[in-house]
């Protein structure tokens, strides 16, 4: 602990620094300067860096440590929620041990912590594999392989996403896949011949009761239907409408129970026709055995710095739902305490900051 609280004015300072550069998700264009600040903060840390270009957008990884085939893979995202411009309009600030600004909480403390943990640690026991990836918080639909592919491989994966509140680890986080259901009826005077239609919102009303039915309360499962369109005028039997919605899920056994009973969906209508589209999803991270065993492992090391880490769920998703369901090691909300993701009042705590170096770097010594 006393190396990282001799880095805190490296850390509050690199984190200012970093906060200063606007990485807006889903805008590859807008990416770029991003993309070249993580790769110098990577390039410092002694290693080469690989630019892994998918689909316009930059990730970036390095390798450090001795050389062997099992690595410690620690897993970041640089980009944020916020457009182009945020970060000069509400420049990151430091009042009363609160860093504030865009991206602090969700993740740009997360990867400030993790590099300084790897400059502390003397001598890497283990390879480290560090992976910084552009895409997700809109869903990593081009980082995903990348990501399995080092997950693989790996003995232990860290991700530095924000905790819990109060700093607990998140060993389960909710699976979740995004739809459009598309329905094709036939138009026809509603007046003049209303039994030649085939009405498309009519079947989209049912289809959706279907889709709703699926909710399962008492296992965590919901629906959100998110938007509805079709049809064109009051005297016309719609000939098309369509709906988005999106399905979580605790388990992998629900999510496949839900995924089951969709591909089994169909038009009650003749004359109608269904088409659903699974726009991305990623898998629920349960707490399994590796798991429950890497948080009680983190949980010790914390105890030698006199810290407290608990472990709990969480609804959202992150990169750790793509590997958890491999059997592969993964701590998740190895972040700085703090709040406000997504949010204007976004933040991190100082203190938390340079504890969650420590604890970061007591796990990559301990390997
Ligand atoms: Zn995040």
Not at 98 to 106: I, N, V
Request: proline share 6%; hydrophobic share 45%; aromatic share 2%.
């Amino acid at each position: 602990m006393d190396a990282a609280e001799l880095a805190r004015p490296e850390l509050v300072e690199r984190l200012l620094l970093l906060t200063a550069v606007d990485a807006p998700s889903g805008e590859p264009a807008a990416l770029g300067p991003a993309a070249d600040a993580f790769a110098h903060e990577l390039a410092e840390l002694g290693g080469e860096v690989q630019r892994h270009e998918r689909d316009g957008i930059t990730h970036l990884s390095t390798r450090l440590g001795p050389d062997g085939d099992k690595h410690v893979l620690v897993l970041c995202h640089y980009d944020t929620v916020w457009p182009a411009g945020t970060a000069a309009q509400r420049p990151g600030r430091l009042v009363d041990g609160r860093l504030s600004g865009p991206g602090t909480f969700d993740m740009r403390g997360g990867i400030v912590a993790a590099l300084t943990a790897l400059r502390l640690v003397d001598t890497l026991p283990a390879p480290v594999q560090v992976l910084l990836t552009g895409d997700e918080e809109t869903g990593s639909a081009s980082s995903e392989d990348l990501i399995v592919e080092m997950a693989r491989s790996a003995s232990l994966v860290l991700v530095t996403e924000p905790p819990l509140p109060g700093g607990a680890l998140k060993t389960a986080r909710k699976g979740w896949a995004s739809y459009t259901i598309a329905v094709e009826g036939r138009a026809a005077h509603a007046g003049l011949d209303p039994d030649s239609g085939v009405s498309a919102i009519d079947e989209l009303m049912d289809v959706l009761r279907d889709v709703n039915a699926l909710r399962a309360p008492e296992l965590g499962t919901t629906v959100n239907i998110g938007s509805v369109r079709g049809g064109t005028r009051t005297n016309v039997v719609a000939a098309d409408a369509s709906a988005e919605f999106e399905l979580r899920a605790t388990t992998v056994a629900e999510q496949a129970r839900t995924e089951e009973a969709l591909n089994s969906l169909r038009a009650r209508r003749d004359g109608a026709r269904l088409a659903l589209t699974r726009n991305h999803g990623r898998p629920p991270m349960e707490r399994t055995p590796a798991v429950a065993s890497a948080a009680r492992r983190a949980q010790e090391l914390a105890a030698l710095l006199g810290l407290q880490l608990d472990e709990g769920a969480a609804g959202g998703t992150s990169d750790a739902n793509l590997i958890a369901p491999l059997g592969i090691p993964v701590l998740d909300g190895l972040g700085p305490d703090g709040g406000g993701a997504h949010a204007l009042d976004e933040h991190v705590l100082v203190d938390s900051l340079v504890q969650r170096t420590a604890l970061i770097a007591l796990l990559l010594a301990a390997q």
